[in-house]
């Protein structure tokens, strides 16, 4: 099936979906989030259509989902099987809604106490479009720690999937993604939408490293005190195109967005940064913050970068954005040429130093070691 041919008709128990699709369209080329992408061929191209049916999970130490299908979990988590859920009825991302629309079922994951959970998240069908979704609901007043690791070794395969996340009031979440895919064939594009109740945090940190085509759009809203501290870097090479769009929503007073983005692109990759923070108008005493920052090893690399801002209220603390595309700090490199350090491994040392700052808040040496491998192994 081409995903262009989904006739919508035939979900007619999904009728708000329906009328949702319709309004927007699918994407397209022109659609804002999807134009440094190349959505079409992806639309276009002929896949198997995988459809994940329930299995009786097995008792693990992590929440294993292999395509779409939950099979392991750990005993103290509440894990199960929903056929319809509240969907997001302002996300920008059409995706969101097609692979809702095509899901016919979610993976409720439910947190009732503060926990340190890992999501191990396989990709293995071959030749397949495979569309799915997760559902995380945070209990009030719990600290939740979330680990996502993806292991992809499709071939040719597509993938939609994406988590609806809802922080209840005084929650505090912190998800680290770390997706490494080195398959030039596989795509994939996650839509997320995360929810944020009064007082609640949202801490985010993604690492896309690797050569394969991924977009993630994530849709949060901020409500009344509400706060989200996201930090992104990318490593990017070959014919790589990794990125990650947002929407992020300060709809209640004194809410509060941080977002800083690094970014390392190689060979003729390209990388994407697309963020508009909205500060609507009840959001009063609200404050936003934007950094992207991208280094280029080399000059086909390129790099994609949008930091934006709307704001509906004239009583706001702090609103700062910003965005700088350069190649290697040529003085710096110099500087330690002349104190015998190799030029390889003096390279080295000035990426680790720019991406110091997101290594640093994030407190693991794992994924810094993670990022040197990966690093080297490119050189």
Do not use: W
């Not at 690797?210 to 509400?226: D, R, S």
């Amino acid at each position: 099936m081409k995903v262009l041919d989904i006739n919508l008709e035939q979900f007619s128990e999904k009728k708000a979906l329906i009328q949702k699709l319709k309004s927007m369209g699918l994407p397209t080329p022109k659609t804002e989030h999807y134009r440094y992408f190349g959505i079409r061929p992806l639309l276009e191209k002929d896949y198997t259509r995988y459809t994940p049916k329930p299995l009786r999970a097995e008792e693990g130490d992590v929440v294993e989902i292999v395509d779409g299908v939950l099979t392991k979990a750990p005993k103290d988590i509440y894990v199960h099987i929903q056929k319809n859920i509240k969907v997001d009825d302002s996300h920008y991302d059409q995706v969101y809604y097609i692979s809702h629309l095509l899901s016919e079922h979610v993976i409720n994951i439910e947190i009732e106490s503060d926990t340190d959970l890992k999501i191990v998240q396989k990709f293995t069908k071959d030749g397949c479009f495979v569309p799915y979704r997760v559902k995380l609901t945070i209990a009030p007043n719990t600290q939740v720690n979330i680990e996502e690791e993806i292991v992809a070794i499709a071939q040719d395969a597509l993938y939609f999937y994406g988590y609806d996340i809802e922080i209840a009031q005084d929650a505090r979440v912190k998800l680290v993604q770390k997706r490494n895919t080195n398959i030039e064939n596989f795509s994939t594009i996650g839509s997320h939408s995360i929810i944020c109740q009064r007082n609640a945090a949202f801490d985010l940190f993604t690492f896309d490293f690797g050569n394969a085509k991924t977009l993630h759009n994530y849709h949060v809203v901020l409500e009344e005190h509400a706060s989200t501290d996201q930090n992104h870097v990318i490593f990017a090479r070959q014919q790589a195109k990794l990125g990650n769009t947002f929407h992020i929503e300060n709809r209640g007073k004194e809410s509060k967005t941080t977002q800083l983005s690094r970014n390392i692109l190689k060979d003729h990759a390209r990388g994407i940064f697309d963020g508009l923070l909205i500060v609507k108008n009840p959001a009063k005493y609200s404050s936003i913050y934007q950094d992207s920052k991208t280094i280029l090893l080399n000059d086909g690399a390129y790099m994609v970068s949008k930091p934006q801002m709307e704001i509906y209220t004239e009583y706001i603390l702090e609103a700062t954005h910003g965005s700088t595309t350069g190649h290697l700090d040529e003085e710096a490199l110099f500087y330690l040429r002349q104190r015998g350090i190799e030029k390889s491994l003096a390279k080295e040392m000035l990426v680790l130093s720019f991406l110091n700052e997101v290594f640093e808040k994030l407190g693991s040496e794992e994924i810094k070691e993670e990022f040197v491998k990966l690093y080297e192994e490119a050189q």
